[in-house]
């Protein structure tokens, strides 16, 4: 593995997001341990909670405001703030800073602590300088670009020149890598007809791709995904991209049998 970056060990506070901690503890682990590949040292506070994303995009301010007084108190004290998620990192990044806006006691408070805040794999490239991870992967993969890591956080190549890295792993680019999945928090329970009619145009795009395994950097993409595959008997494996790039997928994909 190549890092460029000076020979510091910066502490990092993992914001382990509520979908890993509920449904798939593994990005946690695989999260740590780039973390510390990438010569960090790695907490997580037993404190955190959800990032108030849910609550802020139905349009309640005050219980927002309430989690994320509690989010930036538990780590104000790391040197960075690190979640395997574009989507809770760019509530945390954007939005916090926006919410305080004009408080006098809590806006320089939310803009230091958004500063720290950066999405896993753009941590890694960006920040840590890593170049490449160590081990293989015998198979064809293919990449979704999920919404609030692009747009938000300008996340793209960083995940591709990391898995391009990887011997043996052929990376095959997905037609309309960068359309939504139709997931989008509650806009799925919201607009269920909508989002089920973008999420079946993005598994056709999925299986033409004849990808072993379809990666991305947010599991609440990844679970939309998995379900329209799985739904439709596709065999193509889901996993998040951290477990690849740490080399622990022993444990079961998110959905699929391909291999």
């Known amino acids: 593995m190549s890092l460029n970056v000076p020979t510091t060990t910066p502490r990092v506070g993992l914001f382990v997001t509520c979908l890993v901690d509920l449904f798939r503890p593994s990005v946690g682990f695989a999260t740590i341990k780039l973390l510390?590949?990438?010569?960090?040292?790695?907490?997580?506070p037993?404190?955190?909670?959800c990032c108030g994303q849910p609550a802020y995009?139905?349009?309640d301010r005050k219980d927002t405001a309430d989690i994320a007084r509690q989010v930036i108190e538990t780590f104000?004290?790391?040197?960075y703030v690190v979640a395997p998620s574009g989507s809770c990192a760019a509530m945390l990044k954007k939005h916090y800073p926006e919410l305080f806006a004009g408080d006098?006691?809590?806006?320089?408070?939310?803009?230091?602590?958004?500063?720290?805040?950066?999405?896993l794999v753009s941590f890694l490239t960006d920040i840590r300088g890593m170049t490449d991870v160590p081990g293989s992967f015998d198979g064809t993969v293919t990449y979704h670009d999920s919404c609030s890591g692009l747009r938000e956080l300008g996340v793209r190549s960083q995940p591709r020149a990391l898995l391009g890295s990887i011997d043996g792993l052929d990376l095959k680019e997905l037609k309309d890598a960068d359309v939504c999945c139709g997931f989008g928090g509650t806009f799925c329970v919201k607009y269920p007809d909508i989002s089920n009619a973008i999420v079946t145009k993005?598994?056709?795009?999925?299986?033409?791709?004849?990808?072993?395994?379809?990666?991305a950097g947010d599991l609440g993409c990844l679970m939309n995904m998995a379900g329209k595959l799985k739904r439709q008997g596709a065999k193509t494996e889901v996993?998040?991209?951290?477990?690849?790039?740490?080399?622990?997928?022993?444990?079961?994909?998110?959905a699929g049998s391909g291999r």
């Open 202 to 215: 993005k598994a056709a795009n999925i299986e033409a791709s004849d990808a072993d395994l379809l990666l």
């Open 46 to 49: 037993r404190a955190q909670t």
């Open 57 to 59: 995009n139905s349009g």
């Open 239 to 254: 996993r998040h991209v951290a477990e690849v790039l740490a080399g622990m997928t022993d444990t079961p994909p998110i």
């Open 36 to 44: 510390e590949s990438a010569g960090c040292t790695v907490d997580v």
């Open 76 to 79: 104000e004290g790391f040197d």
């Open 104 to 119: 006098p006691h809590w806006e320089k408070r939310a803009a230091e602590f958004a500063a720290k805040v950066h999405e």
